[in-house]
């Protein structure tokens, strides 16, 4: 399984190996990380799974699709050039060390 890091501070991450085929807001709100809410159960209507990934790991997930793009533009935090919702990456062994940050709003 791979592990993914949600970082939600300065100083705090939560690590939690995830079971390839879930999304990673399915992940962060079964390892409780704050701030990431998927109110709308992934069907990208809400946005409140918003996560900023690194250059590198944006390179790897790849960027959001037309629909995605357009809900990113009604975050609580600032969008960002490596924003993403993560409603819609699916978690595969590719992603092992991923690092998404969590943005205070």
Request: aromatic share 4%; glycine share 6%; net charge negative.
């Amino acid at each position: 399984m791979p592990t993914i890091t949600w970082k939600t501070s300065e100083t705090d991450e939560i690590t939690a190996e995830v079971k390839n085929g879930i999304s990673l807001m399915e992940a962060a709100v079964d390892n409780n990380v704050p701030r990431v809410l998927g109110e709308c159960g992934g069907n990208m209507a809400c946005a409140t799974c918003h996560v900023v990934l690194s250059d590198e790991d944006f390179a790897l997930v790849g960027p959001p699709n037309d629909t995605e793009d357009d809900m990113l533009d009604f975050t609580e935090a600032e969008r960002t050039k490596n924003s993403r919702l993560s409603c819609q990456i699916k978690v595969n062994d590719n992603l092992d060390g991923l690092i998404l940050t969590v943005l205070d709003y």
